[in-house]
């Protein structure tokens, strides 16, 4: 058997009132995708972080190759061959590819002056050997997500790397976008590298890992071979109990229109979009990334005008100006960037989650505190949140975590009106079933219930109807019994039926 | 565990740092003149602090919502020339409303440009810093105002008088900031505050309304102004046009010391409180050991970049950063 390229041994970490990681071991051989997977919190980000150099461990051991090491940062992880990729890209938009790729590094002629031939050459290389379509000159602002996110990769192949680390490396990626990072993956693999690979999504650690370590509350679970295990036995591991994966299929009575959009749009974005929801209703809005759903739902929040069309809540015509007149109408907008629009990362939890009504939760000129902790006490235990206390600044949590913040945050405003805007994203297995039967609980409870969604699964599991968007128009609007897969992926493309209701 | 690593005994010291160094600077000055640490001096560093401490309470409200006002000096300026004036043209009882009035307008005007115009805070009250000087250079024509009857007025109260035994301009000092420091960590008001200087993107989409929240705590900063240049006139019954110059910079410097980061979202009353009494006790304590006075504009620039330096080493964990 060869050697690990990477091995970490008994590794420790606590934070203030967490031990986030509890003498976890964990090795990486060449060539092979190993996947790391836990629940939100479970220590994935902090044990990277750990062999990052971002994380000092406050015990055991890090071996690459047989050398021991200690990692004192970022760049010293670098240059001893690990790579990090991380979730949120750091590129730097107005530069080309080839500065981006080589800052800081640029080779020289005399005098200082780059040496632009040079540079072009070697980037043209790396960007042979991603096989991307774009040049070293092209402008990174230019590019889409997904080939940023190559550049970044890019940048990790001028060093001879033994080990790459992805971090969610998909949570924004489309279907076809992810098709190109896995034969990136695949690659690196045969060229010998170790990659350890971080996701919540199932169907992929299952299409490209070899073997899956986990880890719970901070502590290593085992290690299995990804051929020789099942979805259930791996989410039993991660969560300790079964997971009940069936549709829901509470049926209740429909009640009244609450929101109703007749012929809306709003310059390039999105044209001629009507729709209806009603109560005890959920919609599921399918579409590829940039399809206008986002857009749709930050005008009925009151933030975009739209150029043309009418809202109507619960019949009667209305125009949204803010953000704070359509809360005061009872719409609810879970946003799709948690840390940028969702949370302010320097406060609390509590705070966070009661900041839309801390105005009316005062006993008299006072916030009331007592309130607020009671709330925030509520959707902790409701959608299982993980955290030492209220007195936690978000930014501490862990990315599912504080999209859980976010959820909680306008469930407790009990809107009549509820959108979410990929609701899931960066959670795990359990708290995601757990959050779709909420939405159907909420539908059941009189909510009209609005879901955006770049998941098939989760639009088929939640929705009672589907609208598919392609490009700023509805392509078609299925019933869930309709449904097919086919047929939504056709819709979705721009390849079905035109004008279909 | 027992062993600190560097990383530890770093992130400690940047944490901490403010207050191991004021520890220091207090025994070092005690050690080199031990009156120093007498009551009737403390006393008196406190009476002096109060002034500069009214200023700090509302420009906390503002650092904290994320922006910057480094207009409050010559605003100062303008209260105490104006309210002396009035004095003796309408007498004191209409005066103090009249130049609260007058204050609240700029601080209003200046809410209005970085609110609702959404202008970058440093440019605007950079820009009224200077405007607003000309303004009391117009006002008085150049002239130092003076009240005529100096003994027959009660509006030296203000500045001169005191309520068992404790002069009025501490008690002032002390209800405000009981009062803002109530405000800002106990209202939805003050909640809205931390949120938009905490990310103001996330602010609205929770339904704030960031330009109505700037706009406030500016108006809360020119009322403090106003208050001090109340206790100013008092204290002096007489006052040169350039009274507050350079008090922006304390103002600040407090701030910061008291831990609110320039980045906004962070901060609060209590620890601006602190820091104003930090920066008394270190420029009383320059004197005593016999340093001139214009030693402590210096001194002041050298805290100023020692509290942001510490505040950024304590976010990144490390007093220097990793990448030069
Ligand atoms: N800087 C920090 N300060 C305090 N606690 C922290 C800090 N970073 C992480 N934690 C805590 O450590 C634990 C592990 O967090 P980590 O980010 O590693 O989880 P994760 O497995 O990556 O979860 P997710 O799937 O949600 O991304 C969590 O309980 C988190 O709250
Ligand atoms: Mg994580």
């Given at each position: 058997m060869t050697d690990p390229v990477l091995h970490l041994d008994n590794i420790v970490k606590t934070f203030p009132g967490v031990?986030?990681?509890?003498?976890v071991s964990f090795s990486v051989m060449p060539g092979e995708v190993h996947a790391l997977m836990g629940e939100n919190g479970a220590g994935k980000s902090t044990l990277m972080k750990v062999l990052g150099g971002i994380y000092q461990p406050d015990g055991g051991t890090i071996h690459v190759g047989k050398e021991q090491v200690t990692m004192a940062g970022p760049l010293e992880a670098k240059a001893k061959g690990i790579v990090f990729i991380h979730q949120e890209l750091s590129l730097a938009?107005?530069?080309?590819v080839a500065e981006n790729i080589y800052l800081g590094e640029l080779p020289r002629k005399s005098?200082?002056?780059?040496?632009w031939r040079k540079l072009t050459e070697q980037t043209n290389t790396i960007l042979k050997k991603l096989n991307v379509?774009?040049?070293?000159?092209?402008?990174?602002?230019?590019?889409s997500i997904a080939n940023q996110q190559m550049v970044e990769i890019a940048r990790a192949l001028t060093v001879d790397a033994k080990a790459v680390i992805f971090d969610e490396?998909?949570?924004?990626?489309t279907d076809a976008e992810k098709v190109v990072l896995f034969d990136v993956i695949s690659d690196l693999q045969k060229e010998g590298v170790g990659i350890i690979y971080i996701s919540h999504r199932m169907e992929e650690i299952f299409k490209i890992t070899d073997r899956i370590s986990i880890l719970r509350d901070g502590q290593y679970q085992g290690t299995v071979n990804t051929s020789e295990t099942s979805e259930e036995a791996v989410t039993q591991m991660m969560i300790g109990r079964k997971l009940d994966?069936?549709?829901?299929?509470?049926h209740h009575e429909l009640g009244d229109v609450a929101l109703e959009v007749r012929g809306l749009s709003c310059g390039k974005l999105y044209q001629d979009i009507s729709f209806e929801i009603r109560r005890g209703e959920v919609v599921g809005f399918y579409g590829?990334?940039?399809?206008g759903r986002t857009e749709i739902a930050e005008t009925l929040f009151g933030l975009r005008d739209p150029s043309a069309g009418q809202i109507l809540l619960d019949g009667e015509e209305v125009r949204i100006t803010s953000p704070n007149d359509a809360i005061a109408r009872g719409i609810s907008l879970v946003p799709e960037d948690r840390k940028g629009q969702g949370l302010?990362?320097?406060?609390?939890c509590r705070d966070n989650m009661t900041l839309p009504q801390v105005q009316d939760l005062t006993s008299g000129p006072f916030v009331a505190e007592g309130a607020e902790v009671a709330i925030f006490d509520q959707y902790r235990d409701r959608l299982d949140i993980r955290t030492?206390?209220?007195?936690?600044?978000?930014?501490?949590?862990s990315g599912g975590n504080q999209q859980k913040i976010v959820i909680g945050k306008w469930l407790?405003?009990?809107?009549s009106v509820l959108i979410v805007d990929?609701?899931?994203?960066?959670?795990?297995v359990g708290s995601k079933s757990e959050i779709h039967k909420l939405l159907r609980e909420l539908a059941a409870q009189g909510y009209a219930v609005m879901v955006i969604s770049s998941e098939m699964p989760e639009v088929l599991h939640v929705a009672d109807r589907i609208v598919a968007m392609y490009s700023g128009r509805i392509m078609r609007t299925f019933t869930s019994e309709e449904v097919t897969e086919d047929s939504l992926i056709q819709a979705i493309s721009g390849l079905s039926g035109h004008e279909a209701a | 565990m027992a062993r600190l690593t560097k990383q530890q005994i770093g992130t400690v010291l940047a944490k901490q740092g403010i207050l191991i160094a004021f520890a220091v600077f207090m025994v070092a000055f005690t050690l080199a003149n031990?009156?120093?640490?007498?009551v009737d001096n403390l006393f008196s560093v406190v009476r002096s602090s109060a002034i500069l401490g009214v200023m700090a309470l509302g420009v906390t409200f503002v650092v904290i919502s994320g922006n910057l006002d480094l207009s409050v000096g010559s605003m100062m300026s303008f209260s105490t020339i104006v309210v002396l004036d009035l004095h003796d043209q309408i007498g004191p009882a209409l005066a103090i409303p009249a130049m609260f009035a007058m204050t609240l307008c700029l601080g209003a005007f200046i809410g209005f440009l970085?609110?609702?115009?959404?202008?970058?805070s440093l440019i605007v009250t950079l820009g009224m810093l200077s405007a607003i000087h000309g303004l009391t250079l117009t006002y008085s024509g150049g002239q130092n105002m003076d009240i005529a009857d100096k003994e027959g007025t009660w509006f030296s109260i203000f500045g001169q008088g005191s309520a068992l035994s404790i002069p009025v301009p501490i008690l002032i000092f002390v209800a405000l900031a009981a009062f803002l420091g109530i405000v800002l960590a106990k209202t939805p008001f003050g909640r809205k505050v931390y949120a938009v200087g905490g990310n103001s993107t996330a602010a609205t989409f929770s339904g704030i309304r960031r330009a109505r929240t700037v706009f406030t705590c500016y108006l809360i900063s020119a009322f403090c102004v106003a208050t001090a240049g109340l206790i100013q006139a008092s204290r002096s019954l007489g006052s040169q046009n350039?009274?507050?110059?350079?008090l922006e910079l304390e103002v600040l410097a407090a701030v910061i010391l008291g831990g609110?980061?320039?980045?906004?979202?962070s901060g609060t009353i209590f620890k601006t409180v602190i820091g104003v009494l930090i920066l008394g006790f270190i420029q009383n304590g320059l004197l005593l050991i016999g340093?001139?006075?214009?030693?402590q504009f210096v001194v002041t620039w050298v805290i100023i970049i020692l509290a942001v330096w510490l505040d950024i080493a304590a976010k990144r964990g490390k007093l220097l950063s990793s990448i030069a």
């Open positions: 031990r986030a990681l509890d003498g938009e107005e530069l080309s005098f200082g002056r780059v040496d379509g774009f040049d070293a000159t092209t402008r990174v602002g230019d590019l490396p998909t949570a924004s990626l994966l069936s549709r829901m299929e509470t590829l990334v940039g399809a302010v990362l320097g406060m609390n030492p206390g209220w007195k936690q600044l978000v930014g501490n949590l407790s405003m009990h809107p990929e609701p899931t994203r960066g959670i795990d | 031990p009156k120093f640490i007498s970085v609110g609702y115009l959404r202008l970058n350039t009274v507050g110059q350079g609110a980061s320039l980045l906004g979202g340093l001139q006075f214009y030693v």
